[in-house]
């Protein structure tokens, strides 16, 4: 029995040795692990995210020294792949966001922008196939706009940059002041659809301009009378559907009660001689003369005529929209002969008006049959063939041509809140944007 024992641990003994002990992983089996990016991937995407410079857009510096430093310890543990595959999937979530809608929300930066920003791409598509496609990173650079004034202020960010510190440009401007409108406008043309409708009618609050782009013809150039600095012509779009020959004015009730029934109440003959009526409840035109107009409340609506002292000039483009808004002529034409326009109280005033809405009205009208219409004196209003989209547009930074770049002066002061926006609280931000809520007065007494 002891023999067969002995045996038996002696067999036991033996088949032990020829069993290969669990074995620990090696160092060189951790060094086999990848993570989800590849090593020509991730190259091509810290390479775009130096790229964003060239764009304007600077905030990016971090996050791809950050994938820098993780790409070492990527290939040695799981945990170092997945924390260098989030950090890269980060970047290039916010590489998209940034090139498809813009480096930081107009919300903060530009609080008078109302203009909604492109739709985001279908990124967690665009993310799978990039961590491992070089290629596909770099159709990231597809979603930034692809217009050729982008492209030229584009290239005239590079041209200003190469420049030394505190220089004058060919102009005498200093270069800090034309990065920073650069990088402004270049932010803003994110921020726009990619695609603009033709035709179609930009106001171009900062260079005092109104250009109608037409499908088969030239554009036109007007120019314009904008909301003064205390009455800021906000971002915003909306449609033309009728010009208004002859148009009456009803003045707004802050205008109203503050500029217009303090003239009447020193001078009750003025309300007569600007062609102004009080109507009462019922409709009815009261005697100016029987009026006082010191009374508040004011009991009545006040009016003006059609005619050419009218605050609306002959000729109003209706376009409905949330801030009461639109494009008018205006009997004080000598306002276009001032460089800086900046001088209504939201609306705009268009130079050559009748012009211009023989342009939006053809082939239905002519400027001379227009011109008729008006001399008849009486109010007509005169549909669209279809509704023509306008674009109240504030850069500062613009390209006519493609080619040559020209600068207006940042009269609102909005460049600035976008500039310091990815760098500074919120708070500070729109501070900065120097924000004036938009009113609803399309018109400063005295001056058209």
Not at 59 to 72: D, G, I, M, P, Y
Not at 113 to 124: H, Y
Not at 188 to 195: S, Y
Not at 317 to 328: G, Q, T
Request: glycine share 4%; aromatic share 8%.
């Amino acid at each position: 029995m002891m023999h067969r024992v002995l045996v038996f641990c002696a067999a036991l003994a033996a088949a032990a040795c020829t069993i290969t002990p669990p074995q620990t992983p090696s160092a060189s089996a951790a060094r086999t692990i990848q993570p989800s990016w590849s090593a020509n991937a991730a190259d091509a995407l810290l390479e775009l995210s130096a790229s964003a410079q060239s764009e304007g857009i600077s905030s990016f510096e971090s996050a791809a020294a950050e994938v820098t430093n993780l790409r070492a310890s990527s290939t040695t543990s799981p945990a170092g792949a997945a924390a260098f595959d989030h950090a890269a999937d980060t970047l290039f979530i916010d590489l998209a966001q940034a090139f498809a809608q813009g480096a930081v929300d107009p919300a903060r930066a530009d609080p008078q922008w109302r203009i909604p920003r492109p739709a985001l791409p279908d990124v967690p598509t665009l993310l799978a196939a990039a961590r491992g496609d070089a290629r596909a990173v770099r159709e990231l650079a597809t979603l930034l706009p692809q217009s050729t004034e982008y492209v030229a202020l584009r290239a005239e960010l590079g041209r200003v940059l190469a420049e030394p510190p505190g220089a004058l440009d060919r102009d005498g401007h200093i270069r800090e002041a034309r990065i920073a409108s650069l990088r402004a406008s270049l932010e803003r043309w994110r921020w726009l659809p990619r695609e603009l409708p033709s035709p179609r009618i930009e106001v171009r609050i900062a260079q005092f301009q109104a250009v109608l782009h037409q499908t088969s013809a030239p554009a036109r150039i007007h120019n314009v009378i904008v909301g003064a600095r205390t009455r800021q012509t906000p971002s915003f779009t909306a449609e033309i559907n009728a010009v208004t020959l002859n148009p009456t004015w009803t003045p707004p009730r802050s205008i109203l009660s503050n500029e217009l029934l303090p003239q009447f109440a020193r001078d009750p003959n003025a309300a007569s001689r600007g062609g102004y009526d009080a109507i009462d409840a019922a409709g009815a035109v009261i005697d100016p003369t029987t009026i006082d107009w010191a009374a508040r409340p004011f009991p009545y609506q006040v009016r003006q005529r059609p005619g050419a002292l009218n605050a609306l000039g002959r000729v109003k483009f209706e376009m409905p929209n949330p801030y009461d808004i639109y494009l008018h002529d205006t009997p004080n034409h000598a306002l276009f002969a001032r460089d800086q326009r900046a001088l209504s109280h939201g609306c705009v005033r268009v130079d050559d008006a009748l012009d211009l809405a023989a342009a939006v009205l053809a082939p239905a009208y002519t400027t001379s049959s227009l011109q008729e219409e008006v001399d008849a004196g009486q109010t007509r209003s005169l549909p669209l063939g279809a509704p023509l989209p306008v674009y109240f547009l504030y850069i500062t930074a613009f390209s006519a041509d493609g080619a040559t770049v020209r600068y207006s002066d940042d009269t609102y002061r909005r460049d600035t809140g976008l500039i310091v926006a990815p760098h500074a609280p919120q708070s500070y931000a729109i501070a900065a944007s120097s924000f004036t809520p938009p009113v609803s007065e399309c018109w400063t007494a005295g001056q058209g």
